[in-house]
């Protein structure tokens, strides 16, 4: 059962705390119990804000980044999360090389479970200005997709 999803980009600035405040706004109207966090791949932006882009966008359709604070992947969230989703390809692949055999299962791309043929969320930060909008849709989705199998995993136990 799936309680706890940790969500990941390179520098947990732009997709994966957007990513956070969709997926905890979604699974609070849900009225489920899923925690919910963000990390990057890598330190670089490591005690950052969210980048002011993705807030600005985010804020616009009603999502919250309060308390949000950049950090790296760490060796325990392998072990303390029940499902790990990855905004890109490169993200998993680096995810992967780092992750214990045991925990291989629990790393997904974000956009896994979407019908669209390229499953990255593509990194806004270098994009143009309505990149940031373009990922709150993908992630929108996203969460609506996980939120549905989560609600069906819930309801086979």
Known sequence: MIQSILLVCMGNICRSPTAEAIFKTKIAAADLNVT???????AYHQGSMPDHRSVIAGNRHGYQFDNMIARQVTAQDFHQFDLILAADENNLIDLQAICPAEYQSKLQLMMALSSYDDKNVPDPYYGP?????????????????????????????
């Open 129 to 157: 200005g309505d990149g940031f909008e373009i990922v709150i849709g993908l992630l929108e989705q996203s969460a609506e997709q996980w939120l549905a199998y989560i609600v069906a995993e819930q309801n086979r136990s």
């Open 36 to 42: 919910i966090d963000s990390a990057g791949t890598l």
